[in-house]
């Protein structure tokens, strides 16, 4: 039995998607007679890069990382993202040894925790809700002085978005007692 293998190349465009929309699309009004061509004349499919396809929430966008971590896996790669905000909702986050030890440490030692961190709801580099989570674990355990020093986003996020961050951290803050 014979083969008849012909060449097969993939083709990753980082930035460049697809969309039937043509208002504001600049890759749709854009001259390409090549690219044209080529789709026009040969086999081709579409691969997701964001949502559950490649290991993040459903509605979340995907990022260059996450769509070159998942290329050839041949299965879903969790991202970190996913993996921490499950552990979270499991409350399993609350029962890591790792961070159990730290902080149980501090509070015997009559230290202060401080937790450094993207404070954003953007979900591509960081989101809130793991820092709410450490903050939340620190005064749970009974440590008594719990610092935030926050980065703030600007890169995923609207403009001006930080305010209702620290809001939902001070908020957090209270619920949790501290």
Known sequence: MSLNLKPIVLVILDGFG???EKEGNAIANAHKPTWDKLWA???HTYIKG???EVGLPADQMGNSEV???NLGAGRVVYQEYTRVSRSIKT???FSNDTLVESVELAKKNNK???VLGLLSAGGVHSHEDHIHAMCQLAVEKGVENVYLHAFLDGRDT????AKE???AMEEKFTEFGG
């Open 18 to 20: 697809h969309s039937e």
């Open 41 to 43: 004349e040969h086999p």
């Open 50 to 52: 964001s949502g559950a």
């Open 67 to 69: 769509g070159h971590l």
């Open 91 to 93: 409350g399993s986050f």
């Open 112 to 114: 202060a925790v401080h």
């Open 158 to 161: 609207p403009p001006k978005s």
């Open 165 to 167: 961050s620290i809001e």
